[in-house]
């Protein structure tokens, strides 16, 4: 992962709207949400889901598929990855350093 799309990810998750968007999905993993799910949730008017929803896409940290009249918003397992291994790498100089594993072990594919 480069620079810039790690930054283009967090600026995405750094609104509080889109983090909490986000945060939801993930929760669903496979299953994901639409866009009615995710307004009953979080009490938002549709144009401002919208509005977050295509910021969180264009950022690549959403996967949507049509399923019939519904989208389904999924998270990226990709690019989670990625962006981990990517703030992770160099950790500790290269070293061991312990950090603590997920107490969850979750498969998003």
């Given at each position: 992962?480069?620079n810039t799309d790690?930054?283009?990810?967090l600026?995405?998750l750094?609104?509080?709207?889109r983090l909490?968007?986000?945060?939801l999905?993930v929760?669903r993993?496979?299953?994901?949400?639409t866009p009615?799910?995710?307004?009953?949730k979080l009490?938002i008017p549709n144009?401002?889901?919208?509005?977050?929803?295509?910021?969180?896409?264009?950022a690549?940290?959403l996967?949507v598929?049509?399923?019939?009249?519904?989208?389904?918003?999924?998270?990226?397992?990709?690019l989670?990855?990625?962006l981990?291994?990517?703030?992770?790498?160099?950790?500790?100089?290269?070293?061991?350093?312990?950090t603590?594993k997920?107490?969850?072990?979750?498969?998003c594919s």
């Amino acid at each position: 992962m480069k620079n810039t799309d790690a930054i283009q990810v967090l600026l995405a998750l750094g609104q509080e709207t889109r983090l909490n968007i986000f945060r939801l999905i993930v929760q669903r993993g496979d299953i994901g949400l639409t866009p009615s799910q995710l307004i009953e949730k979080l009490g938002i008017p549709n144009a401002t889901l919208s509005f977050h929803l295509k910021e969180l896409f264009n950022a690549k940290l959403l996967l949507v598929e049509r399923q019939s009249r519904n989208l389904i918003y999924r998270p990226n397992p990709n690019l989670i990855e990625d962006l981990s291994g990517f703030l992770l790498d160099n950790c500790c100089q290269g070293q061991s350093c312990g950090t603590p594993k997920s107490k969850k072990k979750v498969q998003c594919s």
